[in-house]
């Protein structure tokens, strides 16, 4: 088997077997295996994915283990000398994947990732450098947006028209494809991380632990209804994805910069008290129909200051 193709589905299976067809119909040049983690989702998910495709392995996890532990469950299920790892809102148009494996193999690469076009026919962004701890800070003050400074500019302005193969620190976990002997050799993806920067994590481990680069090929192009699974979701009493995406980010710091975490730690509490008391203020005095939208902000913010 020369690759697996890991998919994990939540509550999506409609978008899930769309994924599934447009593989089955575009991918034809290597031999594959589709393994599908289905995390806990609670509802008619895995029989509505088994019936239709009977060759699709489908795994049933007991709990919700989030993004990267579910796909460790997948990856401990191939066979494949190489791993596809795919968002369930991806769709395969064409059939890239013998080349981009010959690419990676020609490249000796850690991980490679394509070019993602979204539903309106613009480019995603699907790669970056690895972000500087106090990025973290800095992306949740408006003002830093409009500072010239590194940690800011460079990573709003940065380019997704590149029409040539570059190297790149990471690319995003919604496509990436990587040996399973690269991946099990840095532990897959990290257990600690329930959703968000395990694709930076992952990427991060694979280079400093096995010295290979991380490659973007532009050539290469995938459809992404980017969101679309968690615009699926039920809407809470908070953003769970913000409060999940601050969680990781903070995960992220201490296990690669440990020296800057408590102060990144500390000027996060700083900045999310002073948004908690902004919010508060307005859900309190302001009209009637903007109070719902700062409910749930003022929610998302002291869960967030719960959490670091």
Same mark, same amino acid.
């Given at each position: 088997?020369?690759?697996?193709? %890991? ?20 991918? =034809?040049? %290597?031999?594959? @295996? ?8 609670? $509802? ?17 996890? /007991? ?6 532990? /579910? ?37 000796? /690469? ?19 450098? &690895? ?6 800070? /800095?992306? @949740? ?37 990587? #040996?399973?002997?690269?991946? $099990? ?38 459809? =992404? ?13 908070? $953003?769970?994805?913000?409060?999940? @995406? ?9 296990? =690669?910069?440990? =020296?800057?975490?408590?102060?990144? #730690? ?5 900045? &999310? ?36």
């Amino acid at each position: 088997m020369e690759v697996s193709i %890991i998919i994990v589905n939540y509550r999506t299976p409609e978008m899930t077997c769309e994924c599934i067809a447009s593989i089955l119909e575009n991918i =034809h040049s %290597i031999s594959s @295996e589709i393994i599908v983690v289905d995390n806990a989702s609670g $509802d008619d998910s895995v029989r509505r994915i088994r019936d239709p495709f009977s060759g699709v392995q489908v795994i049933e996890s /007991a709990e919700n283990l989030g993004y990267g532990r /579910a796909m460790n469950l997948g990856v401990r299920h191939a066979e494949g000398d190489f791993l596809l790892i795919l968002n369930s809102d991806i769709i395969i148009q064409e059939d890239f994947l013998a080349e981009l494996i010959e690419k990676h193999k020609q490249l000796n /690469a850690g991980i490679s990732g394509t070019k993602l076009v979204l539903p309106d026919g613009s480019s995603q962004k699907t790669f970056s450098f &690895f972000p500087p701890p106090m990025l973290v800070v /800095a992306n @949740e003050i408006p003002l830093c947006k409009k500072i010239p400074s590194k940690y800011c500019r460079r990573y709003a302005n940065y380019r997704t028209d590149y029409q040539r193969e570059i190297v790149v620190d990471w690319v995003t976990g919604a496509l990436m494809l990587i #040996r399973k002997v690269d991946f $099990d050799r840095v532990g897959g993806f990290d257990d600690g991380i329930f959703m968000y920067y395990e694709d930076v994590d992952l990427c991060k481990m694979v280079r400093d632990v096995t010295g290979k680069h991380n490659h973007w090929f532009p050539q290469y192009k995938a459809l =992404h209804k980017h969101c679309a699974t968690r615009d699926s979701l039920p809407v809470g009493e908070y $953003d769970i994805f913000k409060v999940a @995406e601050k969680e990781s980010a903070l995960h992220y710091i201490k296990k =690669h910069h440990f =020296h800057r975490h408590s102060l990144i #730690r500390m000027l996060l509490r700083l900045v &999310f008290s002073w948004k908690s008391l902004q919010f508060y203020t307005k859900m309190i005095h302001g009209s009637s129909g903007k109070r719902a939208k700062y409910r749930t902000r003022y929610n998302t913010v002291r869960k967030i200051l719960e959490k670091i």
